[in-house]
């Protein structure tokens, strides 16, 4: 079943530009992750925050996470057209059995 | 980070035909594989988590039958869409985690049933 909703479902920015997207899920996590994915590819690994984290960053990558409200930001700083892709979170549920349930995805398109 | 090998990366086959995905940790032991479905712009559906030596665990929906996945090492997951039909055309990607770490994803398999 579908955990996450994110918004919005696709951006379009100029290059150079921040880029930021949001989740919302449902139920106790033990962390949530952002994922990204390149048409008709696998899905890379972004960044994971655990529950009892509110922010981390990863080069151009900041990540917020409020349990209380349920929900998640992505911020890209700087956007660059190779940040073209699609963008999902994904949450490990609380007593899951590792298993991740994955948001709805934010299109993102950076143009030059 | 760790590799996760998924074959083939695109397959076609006839109505009425089984195909069989692999998915291969390649340098880790994956006692528990993951296995997704992804439509058109959507998100990805799991279907199923494979367990090694033991028998999968399927989503609610998910008829066993008709994916059949098999898990006989620690480093191999297979699964099979038996008697594929057109509605079965999608995106099928495999995922292993190690722990609660992050999880890695194979390059996924486009089926085409025609």
């Known amino acids: 079943s579908q955990q996450g909703e994110e918004d919005p479902q696709a951006l379009s920015i100029q290059e150079g530009e921040n880029a930021t997207m949001n989740c919302s899920y449902k139920?106790?996590?033990?962390?949530l992750q952002w994922y990204r994915q390149n048409s008709g590819r696998g899905l890379v690994h972004l960044i994971l925050?655990?529950?009892?984290?509110r922010e981390k960053h990863s080069g151009r990558l900041r990540v917020t996470l409020d349990t209380s409200k349920k929900s998640s930001s992505l911020l890209i700083t700087a956007s660059r057209a190779a940040d073209t892709a699609s963008y999902f979170c994904?949450?490990?549920?609380?007593?899951?059995?590792?298993?991740?349930?994955f948001g709805t995805g934010t299109q993102l398109k950076v143009e030059l | 980070g760790a590799v996760v090998s998924q074959h083939p990366s695109r397959v076609i086959c006839k109505s009425g035909t089984s195909v069989k995905i692999e998915c291969r940790s390649l340098?880790?032991?994956?006692?528990?594989m993951f296995w997704y479905r992804q439509f058109p712009k959507k998100s990805l559906m799991l279907m199923a988590t494979?367990?090694?030596?033991?028998?999968?665990?399927?989503e609610q929906g998910v008829e066993k039958d008709k994916f059949l996945i098999n898990h006989a090492s620690l480093t191999l997951s297979t699964l099979t869409v038996t008697s594929a039909h057109p509605e079965d055309s999608s995106f099928y990607i495999c995922?292993?985690?190690?722990?609660?770490?992050?999880?890695?994803f194979g390059q996924g398999t486009r089926l085409t049933v025609v």
């Open positions: 995922s292993a985690r190690i722990g609660a770490r992050e999880a890695f």
């Open positions: 139920t106790s996590i033990n962390n």
């Open positions: 925050i655990r529950s009892n984290e």
């Open positions: 994904a949450t490990d549920q609380a007593g899951g059995g590792n298993k991740l349930t």
């Open positions: 340098d880790f032991q994956a006692t528990t």
């Open positions: 494979s367990n090694e030596g033991s028998k999968a665990t399927y």
